[in-house]
């Protein structure tokens, strides 16, 4: 059974940083593809970074969010810099087994739970 689990969400200002984790078991991050989403009140659930053996951001958080992987420890982290009010939004991890980059929310199988991410103007 996979299980993906979500920490490091908070509150932060404006121009701060957060680093959030994605530890996974019963699915092996390096031989899969996970992605970051986000999603804030009113408004659909959207692609924000994803990583196999390449990145791919999208363009309202590249330069400020950078999304690596600890394969020793089989988690995911989405470093996020220079926040802004508008990155405010519930941040989940989704993990898929195809080894291929995906910006859909039904091109993933396994998500997690959510961490609330809260940037202060």
């Known amino acids: 059974q996979v299980q993906l689990v979500e920490s490091g969400g908070g509150l932060v200002q404006a121009g701060g940083s957060l680093r959030l984790s994605c530890a996974a078991s019963?699915?092996?991050?390096?031989?899969?593809?996970t992605g970051w989403f986000r999603q804030a009140p009113g408004k659909e659930r959207e692609f924000v970074a994803a990583?196999?053996?390449?990145?791919s951001y999208a363009e309202s958080v590249k330069g400020r969010f950078t999304i690596f992987r600890d394969n020793a420890k089989n988690t995911v982290y989405l470093q996020m810099n220079s926040l802004k009010p508008e990155d405010t939004a519930v941040y989940y991890c989704a993990a898929d087994r195809a080894y291929a980059l995906r910006r859909s929310t039904n091109q993933y199988e396994y998500w997690g739970q959510g961490t609330q991410v809260t940037v202060s103007s």
């Open positions: 990583i196999n053996w390449i990145e």
């Open positions: 019963g699915l092996t991050f390096s031989h899969s593809t």
